[in-house]
């Protein structure tokens, strides 16, 4: 009963501050529709320029492909010979296409061009994705024109894109927004709380109450939990009422894994807000910790692609575990018995994170 009162103390005194209740509950769903938006993959109007030195019909239509497509924007079609290198230095262009006659006689009984394409790699992920795209326009082309001709390829290969057929990013990017808002307001949230006390000189009032250590920890770290479960679940229904994400999986197994990754992100805020002496520490300890949790939970790019040197840090980050299963449960759809390792493994860096900042918190109390 002593820690009820505590965990209603710590939600009231969240309550009453009315500027908060608006970060807590409206700001992460205007964060995940933004940045659902903005954090995407997906290539959509790349500008191209066109210079077609070719006299035949096959180049013609297969600009006009290009064309008809959303994925590319055609900024001009000429046919000088001209170096149009400039274009992509001043970043007018992303993408030159330049179509000649073959050389090569098979090619030129055929009346297929050659082509080539020039890409400014400066960003490299979109340059690699949208000269898979001018290839596969090129490929799909000759393929139809020699079935036209009675001429088809003996053996063609078939991909099939299991979990996310239309291939939307926003399906591999949604359910990763939701953990990392949910990192962002329990961190913060909890970092701060303990500073406040010491602070605010209440401290002292709360070590002499009836409540024991165990309490006290607990107490400050239900109320964010509470808050985070509730924030998840905003999210959950933004990503997939607002952006159509298919939710396949269990949502036991789902707020499972949340609250084993909650028990591990709370037990560090607590270890930051234990060891700064200001609000102000605490906070930017949190942001650096955020931003290295983040980087190094596969959000953005493959945890394989980090170097070995670092894997460590990696296998460390609770983040990455969710961001893992959180996905393979949305689009998977995927039970327990497909991400048990990685729950044992969340499970045990939760335990030991709350070991290490209890036995601090016990040594922060005794001083």
Known sequence: ????????????????????????????VIQIIILGYVISTDIRHVPVGIVNLSKGQAAGQIIQRVRQTQLFRVRFVSDCNEDYLYLLKKGEVKTILIFRDALDKKRSVLNYPEVQILMDGIDSNTSMIAAG???????????????????????????????NPQLRSINYMGPGIVAFLLTIITMFLTSASLVREKEQQTLDTLLISPLSTLEIYIGKAVPAALIGIVDMVIGLLVVVLWFGIPFRGNLFYLFLTALVYLTAILSYALLISVLSATQQQAMFF???????????????????????????????????????????????????AYFWKDLLTLAGIALTLVSISLLNFKRFISK
Do not use: C, H
């Open 133 to 163: 795209y001018f290839n596969g326009i090129i490929k799909n082309y000759i393929l139809s024109d020699m079935e036209m001709r009675g001429r088809g390829l003996p053996l063609a290969g078939k991909t099939v894109f299991r979990f």
């Open 1 to 28: 009963m002593k820690l009820f009162y505590l965990i209603k103390k710590e939600l009231i005194e969240i309550v009453r501050q009315k500027e908060l209740l608006v970060l807590m509950f409206i700001a992460p």
């Open 286 to 336: 949190a942001w650096f910790s955020l931003m290295i949790f983040l980087l190094m939970s596969g959000f953005f790019t493959p945890v394989d692609n980090i170097p070995p040197t670092l894997r460590i840090l990696a296998d460390i980050n609770p983040l990455r575990y969710l961001m893992k299963i959180i996905r393979e449960i949305f689009l998977k759809g995927n039970g327990i």
